[in-house]
């Protein structure tokens, strides 16, 4: 069974620039939409365009058959999860429950396991795409858990998203997405190291993207984060601390498969070393000046 | 003034794997071919097509008008270059020299400056693209030196390459393939880490692929070789050992500048610890295997 669009209220937690973005077409598409964010101010506009304000995560979930949840980080999640005012606590049984936040694989299962318990559906749907993909719509969207839950609530995620994978059980979604960060985590060195050669020896970097950007060392990094470094434009895009913290749980969930991944340790410790010289709120290709220290 | 192909005895030195197809593209656009390669049995597919067989660098030198090379290692490099029986003695003046082996920039700015003391025209003009690059006449070629020596053999070039970049001066063809090098390396450990995490966490390799191979993660090699690694194929493609010695050449050459590049740095040594068991020959895909220890 599908949840079609006219009666299926959707809730949405979460609505910083990707949630706003990603609520929007879920609205556009005739879902009776109910919204809540920590910053009341930034569900204006959807509530103006005819959003439903609600007061918490409680109240919202009493008033949706589907839930998505896009906010910042693992401890975000597990409050408006399982915290006393929480989705589980308030969602009736039946309820889909989608997490599309970065988050750690082990709380998406600790989830999916106390939502069961309750007659509840959760699976965990991260996504990739950035502030483009959630405005066009074309995510990748990366998913764990139940095929009939995942099919159910398959029609809202194709408003969203354009590349829709369900990837396992609860939990998958978010390993998939790890995946996802740790293969960019050590690209963003070798692109900021070579471009830095390049700049460093004298060349010019333009010329070397023309030459070196679409064969075996080309990537999307290389190609779309390049040209930004060159010309010094390093707004974010995505963010210094969001990354750090993407990396921190990839290394934590690495280590406790017994996986090692110097690679990403690597990444990670030097990302960390940027934020403490006041660079977390910049885009991830600030990375180059830690090469250039110009 | 550019070569014409009637009345241009061209020299190839080195007829390896990529060597051989480039030489053969120059035969077939009619340039009179001359060859040597250390290994005389590689030579006489393309002798028996036509090319003359010189016994040294030197006779081949006395025979051409312009003379690339493509063999291994920078000592061969300089040897033949630099060496008693090598190009600039016995190269008559207004000779071009094209080397397209991945060798080391400083190399190439003394070859240069001998090149031009006995007045020979050198250029550095190492390739990307691999064998099937080679093969289909699309290289991607890095040039380094004067500009009117590189729009003298642009014609031979443009057999062989398809995106042909003069880069800069004497070197800069070398730096730019070191800047490739460069971004390769940290990518090779970002995308073996991501496949291993993905299979450690029990995802389907393959399913990750289809999530991440388009996006923010995409690059060249977790394309190409990512399902090489899935599958269990490391051919060579490229080499261990010709990688490990272009990240040699690369991370002396940073040093050299003063450049700290620590991704390249724990890829090279990585790679080295692979060597020493046994993968030397293997394609530098292999590296998944180090990750996994089955």
Redesign the interface.
Known sequence: MQLSSENTAVGFIGLGVMGKSMASHIREAGYPLHVYTRTASKAEELVKQGAVWQDSPGSLAAASRVIITMVGYPQDVEEIYLGKDGLIEHAAPGTYLIDMTTSS?QLAERIHEAAAAKGLHALDAPV???DI?ARNGTL?I?AGGRGEDFNAVLPILERMGS?I?L??PAG?GQ??K??????????????C??????K?????PA??L???G?????????S?LGPRMITGDFEPG?FVKHFIKDMGI?LQ??KE?K??????A??HS?YERLSALGYEDKGTQVLYNY?IKE
Chains 1, 2 share one sequence.
């Not at 190291?193 to 390049?198: F, G, I, P, Q, T």
């Not at 460093?200 to 010019?204: C, E, N, V």
């Open positions: 694989p990739s795409g950035g993909g990748s990366m590349n994978v990837q396992g998958a390993h998939t790890m995946c996802n960060q740790i293969a960019i985590a050590s690209n963003m060195l070798g692109v190291e070579a471009l830095a050669y390049a460093i020896s004298g060349l010019d010329a070397v023309k030459s070196i679409s064969g075996a060392a080309g990537s999307w990094s290389l779309n995505f990839a969930s690495a498969m996986l090692d991944t110097p690679g990403l690597l990444a030097i090469y």
